[in-house]
């Protein structure tokens, strides 16, 4: 079964740091563009951060210089390192990837998403 596992989430201070990670497991060709999104209580999800195959990333202007997205691909694993953590982080964290699965008709691409993680920042 093909899944996106989250963790790493919790309450952290404002101007702390937390990482997230994004694991995915099953049976898996390959992991093309993973992403990370948020969602705050009455809010849209909000995507954050996108790092490609090759590594390319690019980043919401809420989270530049603060946030930084990277994978590991020999783990199946993404990340979100985030620093000088706000009071507005509060939200629920979530990954998603496009993964390249094995079907009876040859290689297709599907969108997974991961359970979410609470991310929590006090005062």
């Known amino acids: 079964q093909v899944q996106l596992v989250e963790s790493g989430g919790g309450l952290v201070q404002a101007g702390g740091s937390l990482r997230l990670s994004c694991e995915a497991s099953?049976?898996?060709?390959?992991?093309?563009?993973m992403g990370w999104y948020r969602q705050a209580p009455g809010k849209q999800r909000e995507l954050l951060a996108v790092v490609t195959s090759g590594g390319s990333t690019n980043y919401a202007d809420s989270v530049k210089g603060r946030f930084t997205i990277s994978r590991d691909n020999a783990k199946n694993t993404g990340y979100l390192q985030m620093n000088s953590l706000k009071l507005e982080d509060t939200a629920v964290y979530y990954c998603n990837a496009d993964l390249s699965l094995k079907t009876h008709v040859g290689l297709k691409e599907f969108r997974y998403w991961g359970q979410g993680t609470q991310v929590t920042v006090s005062s």
């Open positions: 099953g049976s898996i060709f390959s992991i093309n563009t």
